[in-house]
């Protein structure tokens, strides 16, 4: 097992290809203060840099996988020597480096699935949003916080749910506030399967997340990729791009590998992706 350490927020780890980010902080349910938001992209970086990481998973600990956005550590006072305007931009600046943070999950050569207890709320749910696959334990919900204090959700929730639930439904939720249930969670697809405890959820979990980093990683990463990249295009243009990303990143090897271990009895092993520069954790 790899470890990287220097992390406040969180604790990162990689065994047999699967990586494993947990936000370690239960005492304050997981918020997530300005520490949170620099931590995330570079454990979900330093994961990817290897080369190695095969699939991740995103879990938690304590009771709430998240209680969102620790607003008390985003005080006005950092821009009370600015005018409007200077103010104004560092303020989108910020809102700008948390959105990318998210987006980590989702532009990683990897998968990501999330484990969810308790709440994930608020920012929680900009993080289970932008995940791969979403599991979730019977005591969970999932809360668009945001609206309950005369905000609009701005890190990712509004633009990631529509694509995973039914619009009316999304609608809903960021416009009440309220809670969604596991059972409604999983009614509506935004999480796969539903598990009795947290034990054993990140115990099938685990074992989904080795199934996946059994496959060729090439393959699984150019799954992750043109699935993406179909979501904002239509039909013909991601068909035509996927003509295009084949032919640069060609799986003949692959391929070819899979029917010589099948032939010979074996199960295909595959080589890793290249690594990404500095991978240091």
């Not at 980010?21 to 570079?42: G, H, I, S």
């Not at 699939?55 to 996988?65: D, Q």
């Not at 920012?123 to 995940?131: E, I, N, S, T, Y």
Request: aromatic fraction near 6%.
């Amino acid at each position: 097992m790899q470890e990287f350490n220097g992390y406040e927020r969180l604790s990162v780890r990689l065994q047999d290809g699967v990586g494993h980010v947990t936000l370690n902080c239960p005492e304050e349910y997981n918020r997530m203060p300005p520490a949170f938001w620099r931590e995330l992209p570079r454990a979900v970086g330093a994961l990817d840099g290897t080369g190695s990481a095969r699939v991740a998973v995103l879990s938690s600990t304590g009771k709430h996988f998240s209680a969102g956005l620790d607003i008390s550590s985003f005080g006005s006072a950092r821009g009370a020597d600015l005018d409007a305007g200077r103010a104004g931009e560092a303020a989108v600046r910020r809102l700008k480096q948390m959105q990318a943070s998210v987006s980590a999950l989702e532009a990683a050569r990897f998968p990501v699935l999330a484990a969810v207890q308790g709440g994930a709320v608020g920012g929680g749910v900009d993080l289970v949003a932008a995940c791969d696959v979403r599991y979730c334990t019977r005591d969970a919900f999932f809360c668009i916080q945001e609206i309950n204090i005369g905000l609009a959700a701005d890190v990712g929730t509004l633009q990631r749910l529509p694509n995973l639930i039914p619009d009316g439904l999304m609608r809903e939720l960021a416009y009440t506030g309220r809670r969604m249930h596991a059972d409604e969670a999983l009614a509506c697809g935004l999480v796969n399967r539903v598990f009795d405890d947290q034990a054993t959820m990140l115990e099938e979990v685990m074992a989904i997340a080795r199934s996946i980093a059994a496959k060729s990683p090439l393959a699984v990463h150019s799954t992750k990729h043109l699935l993406n990249y179909g979501r904002a295009h239509s039909v013909d243009e991601t068909l035509a791009y996927q003509s295009v990303w084949m032919g640069a990143v060609s799986q003949g090897g692959e391929i070819a590998h899979h029917f010589r271990e099948k032939q010979a009895g074996r199960e295909a092993v595959y080589d890793d992706l290249a690594p990404l520069g500095d991978s240091a954790g």
